[in-house]
């Protein structure tokens, strides 16, 4: 068995190897390729490759297609790509903010090389590619109708303000693809994405993001696979519009609980015949059988609006009344699957222990829960030019359904399927009076219903020193119920049933920024929080009697000479009260050497790097695999993580629109062997040194 094992592993290797080597000699010959065209042309060219046309050419150029009878916008865009022609290349948020398709090499494209695609400061992740984090900063979400639950999955799923719209004027494909490289542990995350128009007036888009590991210890694996479509129309007259979009996820995974006190002890002892990281015992699953949990669904949303006036559409500047409509239809499923419920083989015996809980007689194969929501929304925003104001109202219907797909026989908790609807009123204003101010504020209230009483208040405001110096404040209260999975649970293991009646989450946000590229960027947030719903060291819900208070200070700068840079974010964050409960770290810190090497000509750019990443110890939450979410440690045997320093070595290269990755991660047990202490969750440990390709690639056409 150890044969087959190892020359699997052998062949992972080689192909890694030979993928890596193609992909360098690959991109080094474009290089080449393009930089002895350069040199055969006298003429500049653009970020695409294509050649820009002198001024005598372009007057030339533009005659012809003038006498064809086409617009100045249609031959500058059309036929000839000037510098800044990736500017006709437009990415629009969720809620209507425009940003530009950037190819630009960066520090934080380093950071974003991950299965999230996001920055991971604040977040300790998992060994196993697109497994878990382990959050070290209180980030509140709240909803005026309750979540689902399932918070470890929360930085992987597509939500409605995740998803981007595009309004591009040639097709545009751009493909992210990340893998281990030289390791025990395989596994690739691939993220395409294809936009294109139909036309002037309709854009679409079609991507995939999937991802498949097998983790470094034993029956650590995941599998996700994330399908999104999106759309977005306007007429002629820009008088009508609308946009949406679909998406169907699921997100799995085969868990092992974390190692054994005897695997921790033997991980800890720095034994080279255990450096093959799957002789180590861990707590979940075996050879026989496998604990695992899925988190799926389905999306459809569509928003429309229409101009009451046409003679708005006319003139920008005028008063303008745009009716809205809003809908959504969402359906989730979780399902945990054990073989404790069906079996007595050694697995279940594991899995008994692990939860210190017995099943259920005639206990189902799963645990599995179902919640549909379906909302329509109605209103209209003024739009008032003399004093640069936009106002928005919405009244909102929702209807939400939470059930239980199969339920243990012998349990004598009555089954009670939490079904109801909910009438919102949701306000929204924009505030730009002068060039140098601006403010936006957001009220949303449940009137009546089955979370009637549920509102969100956010106001925020920034104030322009100058064009290099930005003032920025916010505030928020919230008043939202706890997730749907803390207040009702059916499971076939006895100790996890409950239904409770927990009081509204209120929660109070005070934040204060300063921003320059020149001095650096500060961020002073301060958080209270009342009847904070978390799960204790027996993994049940609670809810806590007295306040939360949390201070965090955040700290960034970027300073740079000629080729040179140094990246550093610092934050410091104090839980005055209520630590015992939301465990946090004091101290984080990530600091970033790196360089820009411009070769052949500019034709290819290098970026070495050197990052540090550090967070002082903290007594972090365990990862539940039956509820997909976090909880206190026993307190028996209480842990802590932290207080180590992760030394990452990282190359990247860009070669026109193409961004490549190397980075080996953790080399301090290369510099410290004596030193184990790098663990991303209490019982799971964080990477040993690894090789970690990945590659951006965008497409023009």
Same mark, same amino acid.
């Given at each position: 068995m150890n044969y087959f094992c190892k020359m699997k592993q052998t062949i992972n290797h080689l192909y890694s190897f030979l993928l890596l080597i193609v992909l360098c000699v690959v991109s080094v010959s474009y290089a080449y390729a393009q930089n002895y065209e350069n040199s055969m042309n006298s003429s500049m060219t653009n970020i695409f490759g294509e050649q820009l046309l002198t001024e005598r050419q372009q007057f030339q150029q533009d005659s012809i297609r003038r006498n064809q009878g086409l617009s100045s916008s249609e031959r500058t865009i059309y036929f000839n790509r000037y510098k800044d022609s990736i500017q006709v290349y437009k990415i629009i948020s969720a809620r209507g903010d425009t940003s530009i398709v950037d190819t630009t090499l960066k520090i934080s494209d380093i950071y974003r090389v991950n299965p999230t695609r996001r920055?991971?400061?604040?977040?300790?992740?998992?060994?196993?590619?697109? /497994?878990? *984090?382990?959050?070290? $900063?209180? =980030? @509140?979400?709240?909803?005026?109708?309750?979540?689902?639950?399932? %918070?470890?999955? /929360?930085? *992987?799923?597509?939500? $409605?303000? =995740? @998803?981007?719209?595009?309004?591009?004027?040639?097709?545009?494909? %751009?493909?992210?693809?990340?893998?281990?490289?030289?390791?025990?542990?395989?596994?690739?995350?691939?993220?395409?994405?294809?936009?294109?128009?139909?036309?002037?007036?309709?854009?679409?888009?079609?991507?995939?993001?999937?991802k498949r590991t097998n983790g470094l210890y034993n029956y650590s694996e995941t599998h996700h696979g994330q399908f999104l479509s999106t759309f977005n129309y306007r007429t002629e007259s820009y008088r009508y519009r609308i946009k949406g979009h679909f998406t169907y996820q699921f997100l799995s995974a085969s868990e092992n609980g974390g190692l054994t006190e005897e695997g921790d002890s033997l991980f800890r002892s720095d034994d080279k015949e255990f450096s093959y990281r799957r002789t180590l015992p861990v707590r979940l699953s075996g050879s026989d059988d496998v604990v695992g949990n899925r988190l799926g669904g389905s999306r459809i949303y569509v928003m429309q609006e229409y101009d009451l006036f046409a003679s708005a559409v006319k003139n920008p500047r005028a008063f303008r009344v745009t009716l809205l409509n809003e809908l959504v239809y969402d359906h989730k499923t979780y399902r945990y699957t054990d073989p404790a419920f069906s079996s007595n083989s050694e697995t279940a015996r594991k899995s008994l222990a692990y939860y210190g809980s017995n099943v259920y007689a005639g206990a189902p194969v799963s645990d599995s829960s179902i919640y549909n929501t379906v909302e329509v929304a109605a209103g209209a925003g003024v739009n008032f030019p003399l004093v640069n104001l936009y106002a928005q109202g919405m009244i909102r219907y929702s209807s939400t359904s939470y059930d239980y797909d199969t339920v243990a026989v012998g349990s004598s908790m009555e089954v009670e399927p939490q079904k109801g609807g909910t009438v919102a009123l949701n306000l929204m204003g924009r505030w730009r009076p002068f060039k140098y101010f601006g403010a936006d504020a957001r009220f949303d209230y449940n009137l009546s219903g089955e979370y009637s009483g549920a509102s969100i208040l956010d106001i925020s405001a920034y104030f322009k020193l100058t064009d290099d110096y930005v003032l920025r404040g916010s505030f928020m209260n919230a008043s939202y119920y706890p997730s749907l999975v803390s207040m009702y649970y059916r499971s076939s293991y006895e100790n996890f049933n409950w239904k409770n009646d927990f009081s509204r989450i209120n929660a109070t946000r005070l934040s204060v920024s300063f921003e320059s590229p020149k001095i650096l960027d500060a961020r002073l947030d301060f958080t209270t929080i009342d009847n904070y719903v978390y799960y204790d060291s027996l993994r049940i819900p609670q809810q806590y009697g007295e306040k939360v208070d949390v201070l965090s200070l955040t700290l960034h700068r970027d300073l740079r000479y000629k080729a040179f840079g140094w990246d550093n974010t610092f934050t410091y964050q104090n839980v005055s009260s209520g630590s015992s409960v939301m465990p946090l770290p004091e101290i984080m810190l990530r600091s970033t050497l790196y360089a820009h090497f411009p070769m052949f000509k500019k034709a290819m750019t290098l970026m070495p790097t050197l990052t540090l990443k550090y967070y002082s110890a903290f007594k972090a939450p365990m990862y539940n695999p039956l509820l997909s979410a976090y909880n206190l440690q026993p307190t028996a045997d209480v842990r802590e993580i932290g207080s180590y320093p992760y030394i990452d070595l990282g190359i990247s290269a860009k070669i026109r629109a193409t961004r490549l990755f190397l980075r080996l991660e953790n080399v301090t047990p290369w510099i410290n062997p004596g030193n184990r202490n790098y663990y991303s969750s209490p019982w799971h440990p964080y990477l040993d040194p690894t090789i970690r390709f990945g590659v951006i690639w965008d497409w023009f056409n």
């Open positions: 920055d991971e400061y604040g977040y300790m992740p998992f060994p196993n590619l697109a /497994e878990g *984090y382990t959050p070290m $900063v209180l =980030d @509140i979400k709240p909803t005026l109708t309750p979540d689902y639950g399932m %918070e470890s999955r /929360e930085m *992987y799923w597509y939500t $409605v303000d =995740d @998803i981007r719209y595009f309004n591009v004027k040639t097709p545009w494909s %751009e493909i992210m693809y990340h893998s281990n490289v030289f390791s025990n542990m395989t596994g690739q995350i691939l993220d395409f994405n294809f936009t294109a128009n139909a036309g002037k007036k309709f854009n679409f888009s079609v991507g995939y993001r999937g």
